[in-house]
């Protein structure tokens, strides 16, 4: 039992266990009993499994006063709430990637469930990384804020209409020269064994939702280089990091079949973030201008509620009578065919 109270990471290897139980038990749960087999997600029941998720988002954050502390508590609340938030554009992404691949909806959920697999573990380098790093070197959090305060600005002043070119990104380029490829959808296999065209032996072919998983990951990564740093902005606790960082990610694949057809209506939400990011970062430099021992934590929560509660409700006026901006990826009337 005393293995159980060694300290890992800061914090007694019991509470990391706890934590992963957790999360291994919504995954069988979501995949074994509330998502058994293909099908579509329907908008009402992407919200109400979103609600389940920030539910227990939330009342892990009452597991964490308990056995933290209250301060503790509320820099996890801040964290989860600014990973959902900066999340937001990940979801515009992976919409854009399921439709240019043509994934049918009742496939999408099964991608994005083995795609949180990879985020838990890619999410889980990158903290440890990154805490690491900010023990033996103090100053890389001013790297961190910096970056912060640079990628808010150019969020302030970029255009509304930048999208990713998924066609031609590299590694599309480069998976697609380097595996092969079926012309179209397998059902919902991620690899299948065909007669090679030129040979007629077997060979292991990948699909095209292959693909859609693989960019899917690589675009949690992307966006994870502003969470990361943003969340460690807030608090070095590499546990606060990893436990706030995990249950938005979980709670934001199930949103994501609500969300993606109403993003039109957040149009404005990234002026909100920019702010947000510019003052994550700023926090680190008046802590020390001000001989502060931390920011308070009760500050952080405050402003983070207050910033995003403006964006939200500016976006939802200024874009009031606004039609959606066309159906999901493998809805009735999408016809976007896949691009090979």
């Known amino acids: 039992m005393d293995l159980l109270f060694i300290a890992f990471l800061g914090k007694p290897l019991w509470l990391?266990?706890?934590?992963?139980?957790?999360?291994?038990?919504?995954?069988?749960?979501?995949?074994?009993?509330?998502?058994?087999?293909?099908?579509?997600?329907?908008?009402?029941?992407?919200?109400?499994?979103?609600?389940?998720y920030i539910t227990l988002g939330v009342l892990y954050a009452g597991f964490i006063w308990w056995q933290i502390g209250a301060d503790e508590a509320k820099l996890y609340l801040t964290a989860f709430v600014v990973e959902k938030s900066l999340a937001m554009d990940n979801v515009f992404v992976i919409a854009m990637i399921f439709g240019f691949f043509a994934i049918p909806r009742k496939y999408q959920h099964r991608a994005l469930f083995w795609g949180i697999l990879g985020v838990i573990l890619l999410r889980g380098l990158m903290i440890?990384?990154?805490?690491?790093?900010?023990?033996?070197?103090?100053?890389?959090l001013y790297i961190f804020a910096a970056f912060l305060i640079f990628t808010g600005i150019k969020?302030?002043?970029?255009?509304?209409?930048?999208?990713?070119?998924?066609?031609?990104?590299?590694?599309?380029?480069?998976?697609?020269?380097?595996?092969?490829?079926?012309?179209?959808?397998?059902?919902?296999?991620?690899?299948?064994?065909?007669?090679?065209?030129?040979?007629?032996?077997?060979?292991?072919?990948?699909?095209?939702?292959?693909?859609?998983?693989?960019?899917?990951?690589?675009?949690?990564?992307?966006?994870?280089?502003?969470?990361?740093?943003?969340?460690?902005?807030?608090?070095?606790?590499?546990?606060?990091?990893?436990?706030?960082?995990?249950?938005?990610?979980?709670?934001?694949?199930?949103?994501?079949?609500?969300?993606?057809?109403?993003?039109?209506?957040f149009t404005y939400l990234k002026y909100a973030l920019a702010v947000l990011l510019i003052f994550i970062g700023s926090k680190v430099f008046i802590v020390d201008l001000m001989g502060w021992e931390k920011f308070p934590a009760s500050v952080s929560l405050g402003l983070t509620f207050v910033i995003l509660t403006v964006g939200v409700m500016v976006s939802l006026w200024k874009t009031r009578g606004q039609p959606a901006h066309g159906t999901l990826p493998g809805e009735p009337g999408d016809e976007h065919p896949a691009r090979h």
Not at 28 to 49: F, P, Q, T
Not at 128 to 140: C, E, I, M, R, T
Not at 202 to 210: H, N
């Open 16 to 52: 990391w266990l706890t934590f992963l139980s957790v999360v291994l038990f919504l995954l069988v749960l979501d995949l074994g009993v509330l998502n058994k087999g293909d099908h579509e997600i329907g908008v009402a029941k992407s919200l109400k499994l979103s609600a389940f």
């Open 128 to 140: 440890g990384f990154g805490a690491a790093l900010v023990n033996s070197y103090h100053w890389v």
């Open 155 to 265: 969020m302030l002043f970029s255009k509304s209409d930048d999208e990713p070119d998924i066609a031609n990104n590299p590694l599309l380029k480069f998976l697609r020269k380097r595996l092969r490829v079926t012309d179209d959808l397998r059902g919902h296999n991620f690899v299948v064994r065909e007669p090679d065209p030129r040979t007629g032996k077997l060979k292991l072919f990948a699909t095209p939702l292959l693909l859609a998983l693989i960019m899917v990951e690589i675009a949690d990564v992307i966006f994870a280089v502003d969470s990361v740093p943003a969340v460690f902005a807030l608090t070095s606790d590499p546990y606060i990091v990893f436990t706030s960082n995990i249950f938005a990610i979980l709670g934001l694949r199930a949103l994501y079949f609500a969300l993606a057809a109403i993003l039109h209506r």
